[in-house]
């Protein structure tokens, strides 16, 4: 007995003693489905650094012991890890990943492997939104998604952003897709700010959502894919899914990061010393022959320091923004119960000085699971917001169009500190020993900084954003969700204007407003999902469901002028001198959905597909005779590879899937009550009583969009290449526009446009938008240490609008909604250059004769041709001509190359977009011949020596010259530099410090701008929230270049 226990001792010796020896091991790696060799693979032995790369016979040789595990990956297959025991040859056969094919992409109410969608759906990954500081999801998202463009009002903190999903899809109404949450519908169509329409105040409602807390975003961009959110999806759906618990230990994670910011471009004005020159040049060339010409321009020592002022406005206005922001996450739970709660702060100030937004959040996800048939969870979030505006910066007394136009020979401050305005007159720009007539000032000179000083303009913000569900499974395949969820936003706006800031607080002897606006939605949605498998090739899954929402906006607001003493800066009683001058008033709205809604799919054998929705939506802001719709969508696919005529024959092509859609979705986003018929308040004959107010339309109804969507899925080379395709068209119809109606209906004035004229709204227009999206990712190498991965996309879009009103154009500043036309066209003056022999101004009237404009003094004559000898009818505004150039692009996409080397990555990703035109407005007001200063631009003026020019001889008081023409049209087109970041992820890191993982990085945002364009950025767009005035740069505040220095831990 004890010499065969010896022998057995002996033997497990000499076995541990033989694995544990290092010896080479070889092998040779093939193709699962072919047999062919596989080169390039990564072999690894597990737990090490240690590996090697098959090669191009797909053999390999390793030194390692008989203990330790061999890991085989190659792009495009799966992972497999082999023991190497006692052999010394392991022949490895890998199979090619269905991953990328499996990706579960969520639609509505429910979820989808990529693999069986038939609709056109573009998903984005929680961790390339994660890996990047970002203060909202959408600055993440632009540029990534095909058929997605997201652009910014301005460089204002909180600015609000457009997000277009194949195009604008109305032309009154708000085309913002509608955003879930978690299965919640989230309000972003919300305008918080009373006292000035939004122009100055900022409030983005998607920076609500924490991007750390963002596990998937999937946007739903066809009607077949959106139908199931009916009258509330024309403008596509994105769905956003947070992060959930796992089953596990406790994970923490740290995101944190440093920045600042600054202007990514400016605007070269004139100093002091030009300034001087160019306003006397204006001044003389205008002054008759025979009198001597006035000297406007002088310098001046208002502060005292010995030497001529001079001030660059734009440095004052201007600064560098310091960042940071902190994310702190813990995750984890059992089977039965897991959860993940995070929380957040920001501090950030904006590149213009006293703009700064300070704002914190927390979420909680909790989901328990008692029993196998049984779920239910809570999602809860909360954050709050405070943004210190800038006062109206695209407003004359704004602080950008202010410093615009300031004089450059006075300064910032008089000789006691004190801010350099007119105490006792207006509250101005003091003039210095300038010599400005009323005639030829360029409006009011308003001080750049007194704004930004002397008042204020903040927004406390608080959102709510949670929900409850309850899921039942009561038998195999049946389950039963019913999901409970609120939003609600409150916020407190807070203006005040002291009695020397020029304009109100000057006016008015000081000016407080206040506003508080209250939003409550809650929706409860009840539905059932099946899904069932026949004889392994017979798969069905079938939805319907039931869903209520209500939403109510509560406002107070009031205002108090002529304040007693300016030391109060709030509102009190009885602190204000002379007549009562308070103010107040407020609104008090509400609608309702009552939905229902079904689906059902059927695919065989994963092969050839089919699913339908329907949607019916009642809602209650629409006219009693219309008020319920109703949405169908169907869509189809057939998956070609998986034919036997086609998986032998083609092996390149691993996946290759046809599909179509076709459907109707609609926008309910329009203004409350519009169908009703509303009488106000009026006075006639000093006697008071009751007029019509509004015109209602009881047959009011959605506006809908009838969608069709051919698309191509296409996977190639072991799936390292991925295509997807689409073209799109879309036809709008029952636009919702302002109609005239007779006068005789008794509504002489336009209340809601403030225009003379009786108007109904009513479902009088249509458009169309058609394009194609193409979407390539690729895995360019993946060797052991090295890969280089690329994503590129690209969207084409049409617009032309078909019909409005009796056909007549719909008219907003320079733009129009234009039958036939693309919406936002520009109506411009056809710009005819400068004729050389003078330098005069040239324009093309109607019938395209060049006319000459003649500025000079004491001129009979002014309009006439070219040569000076015909007397020419003057231009003007009907001269213009349609340009069908529009501020939307017509193509637009990104481009990101990744690169990884061991620990070391390096992402560069580019966003363009083009085709369209922008009206530089900041431009035109730069290069006036008013009193003002100006762009550097205006010294190339024409003058005997500098005859080849495009701009005019200076003529003081010309204002003919800056009238809106195509000198102001400029090209939108742009390469931007979007991101760039460098990380570093410290390898064994856990082992050395107790940590599981550690990253550092840099990033450079808005690195650089390739563009034609000769403002500031070719991405600002003044008028925010208007589809037609689409494409005007007005001096807004531009988008800053940011750079960042992050750190990731994980625990």
């Known amino acids: 007995m004890k010499k065969g226990l010896l022998l057995w001792l002996l033997l497990a010796i000499g076995m541990v003693h033989a694995f544990a020896q290092t010896r080479t091991i070889t092998g040779r790696i093939t193709d699962a489905t072919d047999g062919q060799v596989l080169p390039g693979v990564s072999v690894l032995i597990k737990g090490s650094k240690t590996g090697v790369v098959s090669g191009p016979d797909g053999k390999f040789s390793i030194q390692a012991d008989g203990a330790g595990s061999l890991v085989f990956s190659f792009v495009g297959y799966e992972t497999k890890e082999e023991k190497i025991g006692s052999r010394s040859t392991v022949n490895v056969i890998l199979t090619g990943s269905n991953k990328i094919l499996n990706e579960v992409l969520v639609t509505g109410y429910g979820e989808q492997k990529r693999k069986d969608v038939t609709s056109s759906v573009t998903a984005v990954s929680g961790a390339l939104i994660n890996e990047r500081p970002a203060t909202s999801f959408d600055q993440a998202l632009t540029g990534r998604a095909a058929g997605v463009s997201i652009s910014t009002g301005s460089g204002v903190l909180g600015d609000v952003v457009n997000i277009r999903i194949r195009g604008v899809s109305s032309i009154s109404n708000s085309s913002q897709p509608l955003i879930v949450v978690d299965g919640i519908p989230m309000n972003i169509n919300t305008n918080l700010n009373t006292f000035n329409g939004g122009n100055g105040t900022r409030y983005n409602p998607l920076a609500d959502i924490n991007p750390n807390d963002i596990a998937s975003v999937d946007v739903l961009k066809d009607a077949a894919a959106s139908a199931l959110y009916g009258s509330r999806a024309a403008a596509g759906v994105i769905v956003i899914t947070t992060k959930r618990g796992k089953a596990g230990v406790v994970s923490v994670n740290y995101n944190g990061y440093v920045g600042w910011s600054k202007a990514g471009k400016l605007p070269k004005l004139l100093n002091g010393d030009d300034f001087n020159v160019i306003q006397n040049e204006k001044a003389a060339n205008a002054t008759p022959a025979g009198q001597t010409a006035p000297i406007i321009a002088k ?45 957040e702060y920001s501090d950030q100030q904006g590149i213009i000085l006293s703009n700064r937004m300070r704002r914190g959040g927390m979420r909680v996800n909790l989901d328990v699971t008692p029993k196998t048939w049984l779920k239910s969870g809570v999602s809860l979030y909360a954050s709050k917001a405070l943004n210190n505006g800038v006062l109206s910066d695209t407003y004359l007394a704004g602080a950008t169009v202010s410093a615009y136009g300031a004089m450059p020979n006075v300064p910032v401050y008089d000789k006691n500190g004190d801010l350099y305005i007119k105490t006792t007159v207006n509250g101005d720009l003091g003039d210095g020993n300038n010599v400005i007539s009323a005639a030829t000032r360029a409006n009011r000179f308003f001080h750049p900084l007194a704004g930004l000083t002397m008042g204020r303009n903040d927004n406390t913000s608080t959102r709510v954003l949670s929900s409850a569900y309850v899921e039942v499974e009561p038998i195999a395949g049946l389950k039963i969700t019913s999901r409970f969820g609120v939003d609600f936003i409150q916020n407190f706006e807070d203006q005040y204007s002291g009695p020397l800031l020029s304009g109100n607080g000057f006016n008015l002897n000081g000016l407080v407003q206040e506003n508080l606006l209250r939003q409550n939605q809650w929706s409860w949605t009840n539905y059932a999902t099946y899904t069932k498998t026949f004889n392994k090739v017979h798969f069905i899954n079938a939805t319907v469901g039931i869903e209520s929402q209500y939403a109510q906006t509560r406002q107070l607001y009031t205002g108090q002028a002529n304040l007693a003493d300016s030391y109060f800066k709030e509102i009190y009683d009885g602190l204000y001198a002379g007549t009562d001058n308070s103010y107040t008033g407020g609104d008090n709205k509400s609608n309702a959905f009552d939905s229902y809604f079904g689906k059902i799919g059927y695919n065989y054998g994963s092969k050839y597909y089919i699913d339908a929705t329907l949607r019916a939506d009642a809602y209650s802001d629409f006219g009693i005779n219309n008020r319920r719709g109703y949405f169908p969508g169907v869509s189809a696919g057939w998956r070609i590879s998986e034919e036997n005529f086609f998986k032998g024959n083609i092996s390149f092509v691993n996946d290759l899937k046809i599909r179509a859609s076709y459907g109707m979705v609609g926008n309910s986003n329009i203004k409350a009550y519009a169908y009703r018929t509303l009488y106000g308040g009026g006075n006639y004959a000093d006697a008071n009583g009751f007029s019509l107010y509004q015109v209602g339309d009881p047959n009011l109804k959605w506006e809908t969009s009838k969608n069709l969507d051919l698309g191509l899925d296409a996977t190639f080379l072991k799936n390292r290449i991925t295509v997807t395709f689409d073209y799109f068209r879309n036809n709008i119809d029952n636009l919702i526009l302002d109609a005239p109606i007779l006068a005789t209906v008794g509504t002489p004035w336009d209340h809601i446009n403030n225009t003379p004229g009786s108007i109904l709204t009513t479902n009088v227009g249509s458009m169309r938008n058609t394009g194609q999206e193409l979407t390539i990712n690729t895995s360019n190498i993946h060797t052991k240490d090295f890969s280089w991965n690329t994503s590129f996309n690209i969207t084409f879009i049409k617009n032309v609008v078909t019909h409005t009103a009796d056909g007549t154009d719909i008219t907003r500043g320079n733009n129009r909604a234009s039958v036939g036309r693309p919406l936002g066209v520009f109506r411009l003056i056809k710009w005819g250059g400068v004729n050389p022999e003078n330098g005069f101004p040239m324009y093309y009237n109607a019938n395209n004769e060049l006319v000459m404009y003649n500025p000079g003094p004491g001129v009979a004559n002014r309009w006439t041709t070219p040569d000076g000898t015909k007397p020419m009818n003057p231009i003007t505004s009907n001269d213009a001509q349609y340009m069908d ?16 080397y061991k620990g070391i990555d390096l992402s560069i990703f580019l966003q363009y977009s083009g085709g369209n035109y922008l009206y530089n407005a900041a431009r035109a007001s730069g290069m006036s011949n008013l009193f003002t200063n100006n762009m550097e631009e205006i010294k190339d003026r024409w003058t005997p020596d500098n005859k080849n020019t495009d701009v005019p001889k200076l003529f003081l008081g010309n204002t003919v010259i800056t009238q809106a023409s195509t000198r102001w049209l400029e090209k939108g087109d742009f390469l931007r530099a979007r991101e760039i970041s460098l990380g570093y992820t410290f390898p064994g890191i856990k082992q050395k410090l107790g940590v ?51 750190l990731n831990v994980g625990f």
């Open 885 to 900: 150039k529009s501020g939307y692009p017509t193509f637009y996409g990104g481009l990101n190359n990744t690169f990884t």
């Open 996 to 1046: 599981n993982s550690l990253r550092v990085y840099g990033l450079v945002q808005n690195a650089f701008v390739i563009t034609k364009y000769k403002g500031n950025d070719p991405e600002v767009n003044t008028n925010r929230d208007s589809n037609i005035n689409y494409g005007v740069d007005a001096r807004a505040v531009p988008l800053p270049r940011i750079f960042t220095l992050g």
């Open 299 to 343: 310098d001046i020592d208002v502060n005292g320091d010995g030497k001529p002022d001079r001030t660059d406005w734009l440095k004052e206005v201007f600064r560098t923004g310091i960042i940071h922001s902190h994310q702190l996450s813990l995750s984890g739970g059992t089977e039965k119960a897991k959860f993940y709660a995070s929380g």
